[in-house]
């Protein structure tokens, strides 16, 4: 089974950024898809970002031109950079695994413990 932990989560101010990391205990190459999900305080979890193992990929309408998720399968890694940040970015953000389905992706790894992220002034 393959590991992951999220890393990278902090506080920051609107408009600011954070980069994400994820980090695989094994090879990701064969993995289908990776996601960053977030869940805030009464909400759904959501997907924001995917990327598939040809690099394809898709994001949320709520974060299109503001993260880029992005792959290093040498460091077993999944990015997530998010600048322009605004309060309602604010949850807790996990990476999964998966296949990608249209413009989203159907996870089959458990859920880890993610990384908070806060964007206040």
């Known amino acids: 089974q393959v590991q992951l932990v999220e890393s990278g989560g902090g506080l920051v101010q609107p408009g600011g950024s954070l980069r994400l990391s994820c980090v695989a205990s094994?090879?990701?190459?064969?993995?289908?898809?990776m996601g960053w999900y977030r869940q805030a305080p009464g909400n759904e979890r959501e997907l924001v970002a995917s990327?598939?193992?040809?690099?394809?990929?898709n994001y949320a309408d709520s974060v299109k031109g503001r993260f880029t998720i992005s792959r290093d399968n040498a460091e077993n890694t999944v990015y997530l950079q998010m600048n322009s940040l605004k309060p309602e970015d604010t949850a807790v953000y996990y990476c999964?695994?998966?296949?990608?389905?249209?413009?989203?992706?159907?996870?089959?790894?458990?859920w880890g413990q993610g990384t908070q992220v806060t964007v206040t002034s």
């Open positions: 094994r090879s990701i190459f064969s993995i289908p898809a």
């Open positions: 999964n695994r998966g296949y990608p389905v249209g413009g989203t992706m159907v996870v089959f790894g458990s």
């Open positions: 990327i598939t193992s040809g690099s394809s990929t």
